[in-house]
């Protein structure tokens, strides 16, 4: 059983995920997928889903692309400067496992292959009614996490 | 006895109302009711009405990391203290529901106006001790705006204080009360007025300080967690300390009611300061640094020496 200071915090988690948008080697078509999502017709502030800039103020970062060898050290360190607890949700076949740029040579493979992924949300791009129910899903998978990383 | 029953009344006075759970809840609201407005007009549902406490609880559940770099590690983490403390000091100042303020001195007018400039100080240095280069532009957009807005808002401030005869933002109100059809001498300095408010709490289309599309998360880049949602909570406070100042100054403050009544009717006026705000916020887009300052200077500062001109003449007549 959770405290209570644990339970409210949890509550507060899931109603309030602020996200950053990080290109790791994409097409752009993933990224013009999900500023759509931003936008007012999809209304994502209903689910207190807001864009932040600073990785400092995220608590998901949304990866769009197969990750390059070159942005590999730029993901983690975006990553490293998010404070805890942090979820990465990896948008798009190719940042889910490589996708058609999976034998590149200059490609690392999916965004596992640099961080810790918690959910995957796979298509080509992916629609923005995907994103959501990505991020809410994840969101309500968290509350049943006992200890957020 | 009786200095224990005084001291209980000054402890509700300054934590519960109108101190810090006042201006907590009413902060909370506030942020509520302008985002809610804000999709509204966007033509969307917008968020639930627990969305800036479900907010404020994350942040503060988060971790805190204060950078390598930062200059002054203690400053980093006091700054966003004293800009809360700043603005719930000058509620105090201010009538809410009745006539009178919690404290009130002649010349209080130009302290309130002072305590509102402590938390764009602190949002300078806040720039300042993160050293990141996105918060030090920030820093410097911060305190550059800071002097294109801070005048015109003085300027118009003094307006209603030379036409009551008073710089006791209680005796304004007053005034205003006993006479409201002088209210209409200062329609040109409430424009004004409102018009900066939107610069002193940094919204559109004067968020230069903190413009996402072009230096990230502004002065506030490196902040995190539990500082980040106090720095949050001092803006929405300051909102409404700004409103209730406005109110007390340009709209008569109560009008000569007491007690619940007298707060419905701040309820309502500081609803209208918001609904205005919010309309300015989601009809503009933001302004570059030097049009806002050409702006200040050259239209805002001639209206509200304009003002003062019909003010000093509206008293030479009423007075």
């Known amino acids: 059983m959770k405290s209570i200071r644990e339970q409210v915090a949890a509550w507060a988690r899931t109603k309030s995920p602020w996200i950053i948008h990080f290109n790791s080697g994409s097409c752009n078509g993933c990224d013009i997928e999900t500023v759509a999502a931003l936008t007012p017709r999809f209304d994502v502030e209903r689910f207190g889903i807001v864009q932040h800039g600073s990785p400092r103020h995220a608590d998901v970062l949304i990866v769009t692309g197969a990750v390059s060898k070159q942005q590999k050290d730029r993901l983690v360190r975006i990553y490293n400067q998010m404070a805890n607890p942090k979820f990465v949700v990896a948008l798009g076949a190719c940042a889910a496992g490589g996708g058609v740029l999976q034998n590149c040579y200059g490609v690392l493979g999916g965004a596992d292959k640099a961080i810790p992924v918690d959910l995957y949300v796979p298509g080509c791009p992916p629609r923005p009614e995907a ?19 | 006895m009786e200095m224990i029953k005084e001291l209980l009344i000054q402890l509700f006075e300054i934590l519960i109302y109108p101190g810090l759970l006042f201006l907590f809840v009413a902060a909370l609201l506030a942020d509520w009711i302008d985002r809610k407005l804000y999709a509204r007009m966007q033509n969307r549902q917008g968020p639930p009405w627990y969305q800036p406490l479900a907010d404020f609880v994350k942040l503060i559940s988060k971790e805190t990391i204060i950078p390598k770099h930062a200059v002054g590690k203690h400053l980093f983490r006091v700054l966003p203290y004293l800009a809360i403390s700043a603005v719930v000091v000058c509620i105090f100042f201010i009538p809410i ?20 400039s402590i938390p764009t100080m602190c949002f300078f240095l806040i720039g300042w001790t993160s050293s990141s280069p996105y918060s030090a532009v920030g820093a410097m957009r911060v305190l550059t705006q800071f002097f294109a807005y801070e005048v015109p808002m003085i300027l118009v401030l003094i307006g209603p204080a030379i036409v009551a005869g008073s710089w006791r933002i209680e005796d304004i109100a007053y005034y205003y009360s006993a006479n409201p059809s002088m209210m209409f001498v200062n329609i040109l300095g409430f424009i004004v007025a409102l ?96 049009q806002m300052i050409n702006f200040c200077w050259r239209v805002l500062v001639p209206i509200a020496m304009l003002q003062l001109i019909i003010s000093i003449i509206a008293r030479a007549f009423h007075g």
């Open chain 2, 97 to 116: 529901s009745g006539s009178l303020a919690l404290m009130s001195f002649q010349g209080d007018l130009i302290a309130a106006a002072y305590l509102l």
């Open chain 2, 195 to 290: 018009i900066t408010m939107q610069g002193k709490l940094e919204r559109v289309p004067f968020d230069i300080p903190h413009a996402e599309t072009e230096i990230v998360g502004g002065v506030f880049t490196e902040y995190s967690g539990k500082l980040y949602g106090f720095i949050k909570l001092a803006i929405s406070i300051e909102m409404i300390v700004v409103a209730a100042l406005f109110n007390a100054v340009f709209m008569g403050g109560s009008l000569g009611l007491e007690g619940f009544l007298g707060f419905l009717l701040f309820c309502f006026k500081v609803l209208i300061i918001i609904l205005i705000s919010a309309i300015i916020r989601s009809a503009m887009a933001r302004v570059r640094i030097e």
């Open chain 1, 131 to 149: 994103l959501i129910d990505g991020v809410v899903k994840l969101l309500s998978g968290i509350k049943g996490v006992e200890n957020a990383k």
